[in-house]
């Protein structure tokens, strides 16, 4: 089941609110590769020239194993400066402005997002993946409803996500993170009492849920890598959304 019984103590710290729901490994290391791969792709053919040359010639010069089998994961992503992060995001007001009304115009989505490429995904490149498809479906079979929209966000080493709420005015109650490549820290703030925090570390593979309580009332950030040890690169997360009015039910919790 995932479920909050699946949280393992090495994962958690403070007390979980209700509605998030954690899988910490939930993808293998071949599917997380495919994922990665896969991601990776897309983003990098909808980037400019310029960085799709420098990318090119750090490949060759690197002579990099990326792709390999047994290469480490990390390896897929190249050096920060092959890829054109962004400093600031205007990445929630981008996407959602159209839906908003004037109460989420004002701007306090921006700036939200450090570091970070990112674009909204309307296919995946299933032909050129062939283990896509497969893991891909493995994930559909969790997602509480359907009618969804998909981002890829691709954080930098030095990238992090500020406290927000997702604009609500965009997408409907619950949200899914699938997360790949290095660990990085989601900490979860109640929007009413601040002192209620828990911090929730996302390893590669990991997906996370959050739905009504959570995704509503409580805040939730990505913290900087100086925050963990561990997490010295590159993170992506594949962020899957239900469009608002498509989220009538939700199962209680849902079986891997
Ligand atoms: C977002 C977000 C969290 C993550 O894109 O709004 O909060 O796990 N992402 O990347
Ligand atoms: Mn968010």
Known sequence: ?????????????????????????????????????????????????????????????????????????????????????????????????????????EGHYDGVIHNYREMHLTSWPTAEFPGLVPALSRLQSVLPSSNIQTHLLHLASDGEILPHVDNVSASGRWILGVSLGSDRILRLESCANPDEVAEILLPSGSIYIQSDTVRYQYKHSILRNSAFANGAGQRMSIMIRVSPSYDRTIPNLISK
Request: proline content about 4%.
């Open 1 to 105: 089941m995932l479920s909050r019984r699946l949280f393992s103590l090495a994962n958690l710290r403070g007390t979980i609110p209700s509605d998030f729901h954690f899988v910490p490994d939930f993808f293998s290391v071949s599917e997380q590769r495919t994922l990665l791969s896969a991601a990776l792709e897309r983003l990098d053919t909808a980037g400019s020239r310029r960085f799709q040359k420098r990318r090119k010639n750090s490949r060759s010069s690197l002579n990099s194993t990326a792709g390999i089998c047994e290469a480490p994961l990390s390896e897929l992503f190249l050096p920060d400066d092959c890829y054109e992060f962004l400093q600031v995001s205007s990445y929630f007001l981008c996407i959602w402005r159209r839906h908003d009304n004037a109460k989420f115009a």
